[in-house]
């Protein structure tokens, strides 16, 4: 039997529950919106759903293969799978790669769960901010700020010195300084991770 998440550990349930969610919310999609742009420079809707399902598509060697081709660029070689990826499939069998791996335990190297989580979450925005679509529950969103680490951050390029995060719809405070920013949830975690906010 394949591995599976662990149900026990709360950040499996909200990982796993993200993807029911977005996997419900891209099978109503329309072609054009399936090739409308994300908050992904680059991306479409299409690539952002191959690249959050590639872990399930292609094995870790291939990975690394490929990480390798492009001088360990991880960046360049996400964005050129993506895009083979999306030439190679359809629309509908992307999202069957999303929907037939719900419980599937991939988790970002040295990243865990809260990895795993974070990065289902935030591409996720990155489809439905672009189409104007439900946003996930507040409460999923502060699991993925409550676990930033500095390297996540870096990796954003945030820089939290000076400022002091606190969420308007949920129990979260993100960094410390004088300087205070009350947005909900969603809205931080946009500004975090350097994404553009559409305006509701």
Same mark, same amino acid.
């Given at each position: 039997? %394949? ?54 598509? /292609? ?23 993506? /895009? ?19 419980? /599937? ?13 974070? /990065? ?13 679509? %439900?946003?996930? %529950? ?11 680490? %500095? ?22 405070? !993100? ?13 931080? !975690? ?11």
């Amino acid at each position: 039997m %394949p591995r599976q998440l662990d149900t026990t550990d709360p950040l499996a349930r909200e990982t796993a529950a993200e993807r029911v969610r977005l996997a419900d919310l891209y099978a109503a999609l329309r072609p054009d919106q399936w090739a409308a742009p994300s908050l992904c420079a680059g991306w479409r809707v299409r690539e952002v759903v191959a690249h959050v399902t590639m872990p399930y598509r /292609h094995s870790g060697f291939r990975v690394l293969r490929g990480i390798a081709a492009a001088r360990g660029d991880f960046n360049r070689f996400a964005d050129t799978i993506a /895009h083979s990826d999306t030439a190679r499939h359809s629309d509908a069998e992307l999202l069957a790669a999303l929907r037939d791996n719900v419980a /599937h335990p991939w988790r970002p190297p040295g990243g865990g769960q809260a990895g795993a989580l974070s /990065h289902d979450v935030i591409h996720g925005l990155d489809v439905t901010e672009s189409l104007g679509l %439900p946003r996930p %529950p507040a409460d999923r969103v502060r699991h993925v700020l409550g676990s930033a680490t %500095p390297r996540m951050l870096a990796y954003f390029g945030s820089d939290l010195a000076g400022t002091r995060l606190v969420a308007t719809d949920t129990d979260l405070a !993100l960094g410390d300084g004088p300087e205070i920013v009350e947005l909900p949830a969603v809205d931080l !975690l946009l500004r975090v991770t350097g994404r553009a906010t559409v305006t509701r």
